[in-house]
């Protein structure tokens, strides 16, 4: 799924300009990771990218038409086609792990089979051989509130994967993991969008990660686009610039080793 900004801005009501004059286009297919300092804008360029906000200025081009243009009906159905992975995912804490996950497909099923797989999981094979690739398998009928906050996370992003959707936007998907659990967890999704032909648009804190597995970089810094291109490409002075003024120096980013056959 290919998208299209241009010149798009959008503030929040009464409030500061959070996006600001925005360019951005990402070809069907690519792998794409957003960083930059906290209250960059990254959670908010997501948010309008999955249809969630509306921008205020400029063009947005989502599958070569203006989704804002379309029916409620028909935007709908194109959300269903969008995979939102959230940094906490908004799990029900009573709810099944097996029925989280199937959740990702009840905007392709009927209101009937959607009701049915509340009451008996319709694909309960389909949803552990999704959840066997985060190492979750064996947590298929455990209760959300059973689970800690990294294996809440790869629930969610096994929600998406099973929901099988064209654009994947991730929000720091691997925020509440370990830094070696983190690099394995981010290497399967993008392993699985580039499988896939996936679009795949990520919002990262952990640059090394970003740097590692993402062949493209975007640096956003106070809603506006500071450098767009190759992560191989990105200088250390680039880096430092774009968190500077944060509490911390910004660290030398040395990419870690990454399995050669999940790596981009």
């Given amino acids: 799924m290919k998208l299209t900004l241009s010149g798009v801005g959008l503030s929040h009501a009464a409030g500061p300009r959070v996006l600001d004059a925005l360019d951005l286009h990402i070809e069907a297919g690519e792998r794409v990771a957003i960083i930059g300092p906290s209250g960059a804008g990254k959670t908010t360029l997501l948010r309008l990218l999955a249809t969630a906000l509306q921008a205020d200025c400029g063009q947005f081009s989502l599958h070569d038409g203006d989704p804002w243009r379309l029916s409620a009906r028909a935007r709908q159905r194109l959300r269903s086609r969008i995979g939102l992975i959230h940094q906490a995912p908004p799990l029900p804490p009573r709810q099944r792990v097996v029925t989280a996950v199937a959740a990702g497909r009840l905007g392709q099923w009927s209101l009937a089979r959607s009701l049915l797989n509340l009451l008996y999981p319709l694909d309960s094979v389909g949803v552990r051989d999704t959840l066997a690739r985060l190492d979750l398998a064996d947590k298929l009928f455990a209760r959300c509130d ?85 992560a191989s490409d990105i200088a250390p002075d680039e880096l430092a610039a774009l968190y500077a003024n944060e509490q911390l120096d910004a660290p030398q980013f040395i990419p870690p080793p990454v399995n050669p056959l999940l790596r981009c």
Avoid: K, N
Avoid at 149 to 156: D, K, N, S, W
Avoid at 176 to 201: I, N
Avoid at 213 to 228: A, C, N, Q, T, Y
């Fill in 146 to 230: 059973q689970l800690s906050g990294g294996q809440l996370q790869r629930v969610g992003i096994a929600r998406v994967l099973y929901q099988q959707p064209e654009l994947i936007l991730a929000d720091e998907p691997v925020s509440a993991m370990d830094p070696r659990l983190a690099d394995h967890t981010l290497a399967v999704l993008v392993h699985e969008a580039q499988a896939r032909s996936v679009t795949l648009v990520a919002s990262l804190h952990a640059v090394e990660l970003a740097l590692a597995h993402f062949p493209r970089v975007v640096g956003l810094r106070e809603g506006r686009i500071v450098f767009d291109r190759s």
